[in-house]
């Protein structure tokens, strides 16, 4: 029997992001959020992701050579106009379903884990015929005026079928993702589909079909594909106890809290349809299908800065929403930032070779009649590379619960993404759909990301603008290269390679190798490489994605009397982290600070520092010479005569919190703006003068 869950208290907080329940169940949740599952996860799915784009591009590129212009360009308006069905019909719950389906499991609810599955493909089906049975009724009427040809307005009333099916594919998908099953999703989403269409291409060549041949085995493909992935989903729930945990009753269907976030995610989904599809259907409209080829051969290849982003996103919005429900922002804010980076990085050489040298990818992979292209290719790129390479905003404004902001920033590019495309296309060609495609994508990201204002993940974190930067050096530089020299494709490949060689060398340190990969530190010579590159520098960074877990000593501390400290601090440095019983020394300057070391037991050692003006790496410097490592610096604030805190120098949040803290009066609050301002130029030395170090003797 199944219940549909009509409580006025059922639904998600919009506050927190977590789903209100009147009885949660004991049962642990089944997936731990952690990070490093993710990305590692996420990497798997990166390369079939690749794997997948790959043999997409084999199949764009047969397509290409095989179909003519006219032919080629209807088959792609029509898959245009799936592309729009299939964001519509789920009513936004493709969005939200991962993110449902992961906090149901913290809570322990099975019969909604699967009322979640039940609801949203009960919608898809009957949406999805709904659609079929008015394209079929009404598809003469879309030529002439709306489709490029007859022949486009005839495809589409079977490519239509495949709006449905993909959107039951990605259901099915975003559960194995929720319980980290990357290896399904691995090889039903990057070899299983692409292989299937594959072999639909080739047999409809074989058997000399037209285009309706080909529409009717992507179809043929699309139906076996999901038949194979819904076998696995049953197994999947069997396996994880997900059907035993309901007790023999049937799923509650939490139909409010869907709907509930899922329309304002419809706004996301149209968002996406405005920036991709809409200017293929305009320009559909208006010129000939030709010109619809023009832009569509490119796109193929612009999407790939867009692989590492598809793979990354199946499971990032389980991971965000199981950080949110558990606190733990300061995680939430590293892993959406290094997500973001590993996106940016893993799809670089792809802008590179799309962007400086668009000419020689253009007329080698798509051959000379499509030159043309290259511009296009240049400006889509760009686009879709920004997009994925920014971050997940609306996954993180959805998380939050900033449901209204994110709708407001979808409906402004909406806006503008139209606005484009009936100003420029009409005027332009294909040139105006490709300058609106990649403007509405960029001013979209834009919009989300000022949006995450106020939140963990903060708006584009400082942390990671180095690799960005030289991200946007490496591009200016396949420009330069390929004006000077003009090169072919092959040399072009190999500059491109060393291009994001320098990039990533120059990123690796911000990535955390050590810690979420350490298998590819044991690869023969690329291992040496990232080790070297992952190591942290001698002087201390408060960059957080620059910190490396604090090693460990396997030596027993020596116990060891105080050597000279001041006896007023005795009641408070207990507070400091823990040395064993090891040796505190102090106060004493830099200078001293070698013999005093030496002098000194091995282990643990609590170091007072004399009031000194010296930057913070120079006092960290000058510990480790003196032979200490693992050495943090801790603020005696205010200062040492009337201390009341104790704050690492490491976090620079920490340093700003404590000035906070001393704003009582007004002298209070313009010194304290004044330390602020030196915090943020980077001088903390002036203001920290008093100072404890902690680190160990070998």
């Known amino acids: 029997m199944v219940a549909v869950s009509q ?41 079939g992701r690749v794997l997948g784009m790959a043999l997409g591009l084999v199949i764009q590129l047969l397509l290409v050579r095989i179909l003519t212009k006219d032919d080629y360009g209807s088959f792609a308006w029509a898959l245009s106009i799936v592309t729009l069905v299939q964001s519509i019909i789920p009513l936004g719950l493709d969005r939200i379903d991962s993110r449902f389906l992961a906090l149901y499991d913290e809570k322990g609810d099975d019969r909604k884990i699967v009322g979640v599955l039940v609801t949203e493909a009960s919608i898809v089906v009957g949406l999805g015929s709904v659609v079929f049975v008015a394209v079929l009724l009404w598809h003469r009427l879309l030529s002439p005026g709306i489709a490029p040809s007859g022949t486009a307005a005839q495809i589409l009333v079977l490519t239509v079928l495949l709006a449905p099916l993909a959107a039951l594919d990605a259901m099915v998908m975003n559960t194995f993702a929720t319980f980290a099953k990357a ?5 039903r989403r990057y070899l299983l589909e692409p292989g299937l269409r594959l072999t639909a291409i080739l047999v409809t060549y074989l058997l000399g079909a037209s285009v309706f041949g080909l529409t009717v085995a992507y179809v043929i493909a699309a139906v076996v594909g999901l038949s194979i992935y819904l076998v696995m989903l049953a197994r999947l729930l069997i396996t994880t106890g997900v059907i035993e945990g309901m007790g023999g009753r049937g799923p509650d269907l939490p139909v409010r809290a869907l709907l509930r976030e899922g329309f304002p995610m419809i706004t996301s989904n149209l968002t996406y349809v405005v920036v991709i599809s809409l200017p293929t259907l305009v320009l ?4 000939t299908a030709d010109a619809v080829a023009n832009l569509r051969a490119v796109q193929p290849i612009a999407t790939l800065a867009m692989a590492a982003s598809g793979a990354f996103w199946v499971l990032y919005p389980p991971l965000a929403a199981r950080q949110w ?39 080698t992979l798509l051959g000379e009649r499509y030159a043309a292209s290259a511009e296009l290719l240049v400006i889509t790129a760009i686009g879709f590379w920004f997009q994925s390479a920014t971050g997940f905003s609306a996954i993180m404004l959805a998380t939050a619960g900033r449901l209204r902001w994110l709708f407001w920033s979808n409906i402004i590019t909406l806006i503008v993404g139209t606005g484009l495309s009936f100003w420029l296309i009409p005027r332009y060609g294909a040139w105006g759909a490709a300058v609106a495609m990649s403007v509405a994508l960029v001013v979209s990201n834009i919009i989300r990301q000022l949006t995450l204002r106020g939140l963990p993940t903060r708006v584009a974190d400082p942390g990671v603008a180095l690799p960005y930067v030289a991200m946007l050096i490496g591009v200016l530089a396949s420009f330069a290269i390929q004006a000077a020299l003009g090169l072919g494709f092959v040399a072009a490949f190999v500059v491109s390679a060393a291009i994001s060689l320098v990039v990533l060398a120059v990123s690796v340190p911000y990535l955390d190798v050590p810690h979420t990969f350490p298998e590819l530190l044991k690869i023969p010579v690329a291992g040496t490489v990232l080790r070297r590159l992952s190591r942290p520098s001698r002087r201390p960074s408060r960059n957080p994605y620059r910190q490396q877990a604090p090693a460990t000593t396997d030596a027993a501390p020596s116990a060891a009397p105080v050597v000279a400290a001041d006896p007023r601090h005795g009641d408070t440095l207990f507070l400091l982290p823990d040395v064993g019983a090891g040796t505190r020394i102090g106060p004493l300057g830099h200078a001293e600070l070698a013999a005093a070391v030496a002098a000194a037991p091995s282990g643990g050692i609590v170091v007072v520092l004399a009031p000194t003006r010296a ?24 200062r040492r005569s ?23 009066s007004t002298r209070g609050r313009l010194l304290a703006l004044a330390a602020h301002v030196l915090v943020l130029l980077g001088l903390t030395g002036l203001v920290a003068r008093d100072r404890v170090a902690v680190g160990r003797k070998p």
């Open 7 to 47: 409580e006025p208290a059922e639904g998600v907080d919009v506050s927190t992001g977590s789903v209100l329940e009147e009885e949660p169940a004991p049962r642990a949740p089944r997936v731990k959020a952690s990070s490093k599952a993710h990305t590692r996860g996420s990497a798997l799915l990166l390369i």
């Open 183 to 187: 290896r399904a999703v691995f090889f």
């Open 284 to 287: 559909g409209a208006v010129a």
């Open 325 to 363: 429900s558990q606190g733990d922002m300061h995680n939430l804010r590293l892993s959406y930032w290094r997500t973001a980076l590993w996106v940016a990085l893993a799809s670089y050489p792809t802008l590179v070779l799309s962007t400086g040298f668009a000419e020689p990818t253009v007329t």
């Open 615 to 638: 930057g913070l790496r120079s006092s960290v410097r000058s510990l480790q010479e003196a032979g200490l490592v693992d050495v943090r610096l801790f603020w005696e604030a205010p």
């Open 642 to 664: 009337r201390r009341t805190m104790l704050v690492p120098l490491d976090s620079r949040d920490a340093v700003l919190t404590a000035l906070a803290r001393n704003e009582g």
